[in-house]
């Protein structure tokens, strides 16, 4: 997609200079599997301008190996490390906002710390987080637009601030 926007976007109006990618929930974790194994996902450099992860899964080492995420990621627990976009997106020069509801299953919430964790450690400072009080897995990016919508004005406040 990120190609395509790049090759054909202008065509359609789109600023193919300024892509940001954004993933909610599986789509988290696979946004952060594309920057955090470029040799894997982006042969050529994909030259986002941020990402906005949303109560995703990052380091599969720490997540219980159960039925469900074997499920998802693989029954070779011993391949998670390498699976994982944890250290990927420490060495990434992306941008990144994240955020995460207040009734997660309490995973999603350890995810997003321990992903605070490594941004602050790579910026020395932490990335815009956003706390989805009241919200659970769905209904955080499904108020968009609504009267107590935190999560739009953050996404659109991150975008400017990376704005050349």
Do not use: C
């Amino acid at each position: 997609v990120i190609a395509w926007v790049k090759n054909h976007g202008n065509a359609h109006g789109l600023d193919t200079e300024r892509i940001y990618l954004m993933g909610q929930s599986a789509g988290a974790a696979h946004a952060a599997s594309y920057i955090a194994h470029p040799g894997q996902y982006a042969p050529v450099p994909h030259g986002l301008s941020g990402a906005i992860l949303l109560s995703g899964l990052y380091n599969l080492e720490t997540l219980a190996a159960d039925e469900l995420t074997r499920s998802y990621f693989g029954e070779d627990t011993s391949l998670y490390r390498e699976r994982s976009s944890i250290a990927g997106m420490k060495n990434s020069s992306v941008p990144f906002l994240v955020a995460v509801a207040e009734h997660e299953p309490v995973y999603f919430e350890r995810q997003a710390l321990e992903l605070l964790a490594v941004l602050h450690e790579r910026d020395q400072r932490l990335p815009l987080f956003v706390h989805m009080l009241g919200h659970n897995h769905l209904s955080g990016i499904l108020n968009f637009g609504l009267a107590d919508d935190r999560l739009g004005p953050a996404i659109l406040e991150f975008i400017a601030s990376h704005l050349d």
